[in-house]
Each structure stands twice: as C-alpha cells, then as structure tokens.
C-alpha cells in the first residue's frame, strides 16, 4: 500500500462531505421539499441483476405542488456511470415532471449507490436522489444473495445505511429481505428503537420468495451524527441468532481502503439477534434566510489531517486540530464521532466570532494492524457551512 492510496481516498471523502454539505434535502418531510416539489420516492432500488442484464433505468416523479412554476435546472450525477434526462419545461402547480436516470451496468459484479443531486427553483437546497442495487456476474441462490440468516429470514447485512438525516425530518428507505425456507414465513420485530419503524411489502413472505422491509426514521434533538435505530427480528415465533455464510462474490473495495480503521458494530452479526439502521443527523438549515446565513458560525480547521508520523504498536500518540470560526456567531459541535474506540478526542469548547478552539486527539495503536492507519472523526456542527466536518488521523504502525 502507498502513500498515494491514502491520498485518493482523502480526495474521495472530501468530495463526499462537499456533497453531504450541498444536499440539505430541502426543508420538508418525507418525499415533500420546501413546500413546493414532492417526489414519489427519493430512492430506487434495483435489487438484484445481472451484469449481462445491460443497462438499468429508473423514473422518479416530480409533482409541483407549489403556487408558482418549477423548473428542474439541473441533474448531476455523483459518476459517469450514469446518464440522466429529465423534463426541461417549467411546471405549472399541480403538474408533473420527471427524473430517468439509467445505470451503465457495465462495472463488474458488486454493490453500488449512486447519487443524483437535483437542483430545482425551488427549493434553493439541493434535493438528493439515490440509485443502488447489486449486480452480480452470474446467476445466485438466495441462499448466496442473502447470506446472514435469521432462522429462515435472510439478509444481505444486518449493519445497514440509513443515509443522511436532517432534524425535523423523518428518512424512509428499504432493504429486501428472503425466505430462505419451504414454506410461508411470520415475521415481526420486537425490541425497535424510539424513532424507528419497520414495515414489510408481505407478510407471511411466500416460501422462497423476497420481500421489501420498509423503515422509517425520525429525528429528535436528542441525537446528533452517527446513531443506531435497532430491531430483533422474530420470525416464525422464535428469536435467532443471526448466521453468517461467506459471500458468494467478493466486495470491491476502493485502493487504500485497507488502511481505513474502523470498528463493526459489537451489537450485530454472527451470534447476535439484532439489526441494526444507522443515520448521520445534523441541523435544518434549509429555513435560513441569507441574513441568518451572513450572520451564521464559520468553522475553519488549520489542517483536516493530521499525520502521526512512523510509530511503533503499542504507542501512545496524542495529536490536535485548531478550528477558527471565521463566522458572526459562536460556533458549536454537536456530537463527535470516531470511527475507531482506539481513537479518542476529548470535549470541544464553543468558539467565539474570530477566536479558535483546539480538539485533542488520542490514538491507543495496540491491537491496530501494522501498516498504513486511517481514521476518520466526523463533527456535527451548528454551521450552515459546514454542518458535517471530517477530520483525519494518518500515520503508520510499525
């Protein structure tokens, strides 16, 4: 691994947190932004498909449901694995328009996300639509395509991604589930977080049939950044221990991602009984007027990464990152995240118009793989700006 991977994979998240920070999904709830556009879903999921399936389409539709004309300005799409089309003539209140994006296919056999970041007139915040799905090389089993099993129920994971999730709003997405057994199939979930709900497309689910598993999530001011919404599933009457197969396809991962440090979720996989939702919540400040913004905290860190140098396992390292508030306001943080419990960082005070703040950090490298080490902080701010800011920790373990 060299130092370059660590370097692409730096530019990634950077381009990432610029789209996090664009997209404020508007200010609505559910599919409805701004009061002016709804969609009829925000999300499409092809499932499972062939590579040799060839190129895929979706259609999302767009209803006016302003006071005024819309116009879509814009789509851009988060790779040019994607094309897109969409309806360029203003929309009268009431009328409808539409969103086709069609995926190449023509990648390999893996997972995929994609974003469609759609620009309206309004609202003014972009509005972020998802593509995903699984393409496979060859034909699999269920028992291949849903390798953590419930009893019958099969799942492709159980540590699944919820998306980004703004106070005020509720997120909604799905997974497809499958009965794995020979007969119908009774399932329910006990033990579901506050703010969680879940829902299936049928239920019994047809022997050696799939099923979608719908969710909700709902915000509250309680929880800021990274958190988890968890069910146990209880199926046929009985709770199980869920059981893991090896996946049939390996997962492509992008170069440098072996030097990425971060801890699976202790409450899921093999011999546990949950599933588990996760969302990044951070403020609305879709309702912000441009005075508000103008007055609004400025965050600034003197440098996003910083590099530890050549330690030996087993050493200690203490590192810091000063952040200036170039804003109007005092500048707040949330939450802070580590992706690592070997990574630590201490509190972060507010800061005041023009002043600055220091966040220590502290690495415990004892039981880190040798090697390059890549960990990442994420804040969750009361900045506009900058409502997530990523940090990075890098360095090699000897």
């Known amino acids: 691994m060299r130092i370059h991977n660590i370097r692409i994979l730096l530019a990634v998240f950077a381009v990432s947190l610029s789209c996090l920070n664009a997209a404020g999904q508007g200010s609505g709830t559910g599919n409805t932004f701004g009061g002016t556009v709804k969609l009829d879903k925000i999300v499409h999921d092809f499932g499972d498909i062939l590579v040799s399936d060839g190129p895929v389409s979706a259609t999302f539709t767009a209803t006016n449901i302003g006071d005024k004309p ?9 790779c040019g694995c994607t094309d897109v089309e969409w309806t360029r003539q203003p929309l009268k209140p009431g009328e409808k ?46 028992q291949e395509m849903y390798p953590v099993r419930f009893g019958d129920l099969g799942f492709k994971e159980v540590d699944i991604k919820g998306g980004n999730l703004s106070q005020g709003q509720v997120k ?86 072996e030097a990425l440090v971060a801890d699976p979720n202790p409450e899921l996989g093999a011999g546990k009984s949950k599933i588990g939702i996760y969302t990044i919540t951070k403020e609305d400040f879709t309702s912000y007027t441009k005075e508000q913004r103008d007055a609004a905290p400025v965050p600034v860190a003197s440098e996003s990464s910083f590099s530890f140098g050549k330690v030996k396992s087993g050493e200690k390292v203490k590192g810091s990152f000063v952040i200036s ?44 793989p040798k090697g390059e080490c890549l960990i990442i902080l994420t804040l969750t701010t009361n900045s506009p700006s900058r409502p997530i800011m990523n940090l990075f920790l890098t360095g090699w373990i000897e």
Do not use: C
Request: hydrophobic share 35%; aromatic share 8%.
């Open 70 to 78: 819309l116009v879509i300005y814009s789509v851009v799409s988060s």
């Open 172 to 257: 909604s997405g799905e997974v497809m589930v499958a009965n794995l057994g020979a007969k119908p199939l009774s399932v329910k979930f006990d033990n579901v977080s506050e703010g969680l709900s879940l829902k299936l497309s049928q239920n019994p689910i047809p022997a050696g049939q799939t099923a979608k598993l719908s969710f909700v999530v709902t915000a509250d001011r309680n929880h800021w950044g990274k958190n988890y919404y968890y069910a146990t599933p209880v199926v046929g009457g009985r709770v199980s221990k869920a059981v893991v197969r090896p996946q049939a396809e390996p997962v492509k991962e992008p170069a440098g991602t």
């Open 97 to 142: 328009g539409t969103i086709k994006a069609t995926y190449k296919n023509d990648e390999g056999g893996y997972p995929f996300d994609k974003n469609l970041t759609v620009y309206f007139s309004e609202p003014k915040q972009p509005v972020v639509l998802r593509l995903r799905g699984e393409s496979h090389k060859k034909k699999l089993s269920l």
């Open 325 to 368: 508030n170039k804003g109007k306001s005092p500048f707040k943080v949330y939450k802070i995240d580590s992706e690592s419990s070997k990574l630590s960082a201490g509190s972060f005070p507010d800061v005041a118009p023009g002043g600055k703040g220091t966040l220590e950090v502290t690495l415990q490298t004892t039981g880190l």
